[in-house]
């Protein structure tokens, strides 16, 4: 199994411009998460999926968009990116509440955003 | 609003110098707490779960146990490997296994 997987692994942007991070899972995992890790800020959630056909809002929503049409894929997209968004992103998945070990979440390599 | 505040920063240990890192919390109710390993330029590696207070897990040299209000993640012994950012996170009963991260302990681990 290759877990979670993130595409691509480092991007530049200019302001302005829009771009789609892909996060994979190969688990059957029914949750997936999207957050951006900054230096002093520790992680933050920006949205996640309780099941495929769902998406919800997390801490720090604005500017992103996502979406779940398959189970195994997570899509975070930005439609005009901005300096702001100058981030490491990770994706991660979890089994879901009410399967064993449910709430653990898994963690993709990371997505290295620059916005210039 | 949950918090999680972890200490110290940053801790320097010579190879074989046993210490502790401190993950403090505040959460209406705790569904569980978990422990990650970073390494530079990777994603966070799950190493324990944690659900209620008195429990204590363990993996090699390390170690977590769980309070009422904090968890400790001990270090026996430790390698040059173990030579990471320990993130500590926690889930509330009501946030649909949303995690609230704290910023990590840094370790580095000398010969």
């Known amino acids: 199994n290759a877990g979670v997987t993130q595409t691509p692994k480092f991007r530049v942007l200019k302001t302005g411009q829009s771009m789609t991070l892909l996060c994979a899972q190969d688990?059957?995992?029914?949750?997936m998460y999207w957050y951006r890790q900054d230096p002093g800020m520790g992680l933050r959630l920006i949205h996640y999926s309780v099941g495929e056909g769902t998406t919800a809002k997390g801490e720090v929503p604005d500017g992103y968009n996502v979406s779940r049409l398959k189970k195994q894929n997570f899509l975070l997209g930005l439609e005009s990116a901005a300096p702001s968004q100058t981030s490491v992103y990770f994706c991660?998945?979890?089994?879901?509440?009410?399967?064993?070990?449910?709430?653990?979440?898994?963690f993709g390599p990371g997505t290295r955003l620059l916005v210039l | 609003e949950d918090q999680v505040t972890q200490s110290p920063e940053a801790l320097r240990l010579q190879e074989g110098e046993s210490s502790s890192l401190n993950c403090s919390y505040t959460v209406s109710g705790l569904r569980g707490l978990f422990w990650y390993r970073q390494d530079p330029g990777k994603g966070p590696e799950f190493l324990f779960t944690?659900?209620?207070a008195g429990e204590e897990k363990e993996k090699e040299r390390l170690k977590a146990t769980l309070t009422k209000k904090e968890s400790f993640l001990h270090i026996t012994a430790p390698k040059p490997e173990d030579s990471a950012t320990y993130l500590c996170?926690?889930?509330?009963?009501?946030?649909?296994?949303?995690?609230?991260f704290g910023t990590g302990t840094r370790l580095q681990v000398t010969l």
């Open positions: 688990m059957n995992h029914e949750y």
């Open positions: 991660a998945s979890s089994p879901g509440r009410g399967r064993p070990w449910g709430e653990t979440q898994y």
């Open positions: 996170a926690v889930i509330n009963t009501g946030t649909a296994s949303k995690l609230t």
């Open positions: 944690l659900y209620s």
